[in-house]
């Protein structure tokens, strides 16, 4: 359990410093030539052309630049098999993975990059750099550049928060332990029954799996992924509020291009998801309308914008969200809550019915 707390709050760590890197100037040709001083906290995207080892460095449109990958955070975001961004998806088909800067040299050159932090000036060049405040964030990638911040953002969570780093030497330890008691108090009658039972729970991790408790087992795995599910969501629903100026639904970008949302009782009909991604799914029942984020014209009030468009800055979010985000992100939160909260209960008695099953049974033959 203290594994999955530390595993769950990792990923979140991981969500919100690259949510806060999306606020961060993207790195140009333009930005490189004027920086000065102690430089700043910049992103960049390109492809992976090369590295040593210790230094990798990556092309973008006009410009390349290394990046030291010393005490950097380095992850691999995986590509769906469809390719795109589906109204509802599989959290599985998207599992970041935290690698080792050692195994980046074993990645196809023009492999897409991501990477955020801190540009400073080392060995007679302005370069990418790590500090104990502020580690480095690479992502390596597949697909358009668009869909990453979407992607990085749901995905990024464990994948089974019951099985992590702590899982294997928790299982080793509790089951030596029991097994010591067992040992202890087995050969001694006036305590049978408690080296019986230290005996049996030797073999707790594999209660929810033994029959008939693997049923309820089935029920919270299912639970747990539609919790997982709609946290992704919440997450989503909230992607755009970063770009706000507080109470509007408008602000600018770092590029100075106007964003906001547009609210419509209705998309388009014939408007197709490739050309505006739907963000979240709409809810049952729920026929509140749409807010659709992206790129405004200038010359135009909020309430007389047309559809958005797609924003110059490729992480700042282009979508459409069912009905006002905040209110979509709480109702997310409290159903996940409940899911969760319904799940671990289905847990509990698939370890309750497995134990109570084994119970009767070494009743009947002792």
Known sequence: MAGGFVSRHSWRVFRRRFDALCLTPLMDYGTYRHLAGEGGTYRFMGGFESTDGHTLWIRGATLTIPVNLTGAKTYMLPMTERGELPESFDPSEEVPEQIRFD????????????????????EERWTFVSTAEQPLMLIFYDGPERTLAIRAIRAGRHKNEFWNFLTPYA????????????????????????????????????????????????????????????????????????????????????????????????????????????????????????????????ELPLEASPLPREPQDPCATFGAIPGDPEKLARWFTVKAYILEIIACLFLGVAVGITLTFIGLIVLMLV
């Open 103 to 122: 195994q980046i040299a074993a990645l196809a050159e023009g492999a897409q990059v991501f990477v955020g932090g801190l540009v400073a000036f080392r």
């Open 171 to 298: 299982f080793i330890l509790g089951a030596f332990g029991e097994i010591l008691v067992a040992a202890t108090y087995l050969p001694r009658p006036a305590f049978r029954w408690t080296g019986i039972v230290a005996f049996i729970f030797v073999f707790t991790p594999l209660f929810p799996l033994i029959p008939p408790g693997i049923v309820c087992t089935v029920i919270y795995r299912r639970l747990w992924w539609r919790a997982r599910l709609l946290r992704s969501y919440r997450d989503l629903a909230r992607l755009p509020l970063k770009y706000l100026s507080p109470g509007t639904r408008e602000g600018r970008l770092l590029q100075g291009e106007r964003y906001g949302g547009v609210f419509f009782p209705a998309l388009p009909p014939d408007l197709d998801e490739a050309a505006l991604p739907r963000l979240v799914p709409e809810p049952e029942g729920d026929k509140s309308g749409w807010y659709v984020f992206g790129s405004l014209l200038e």
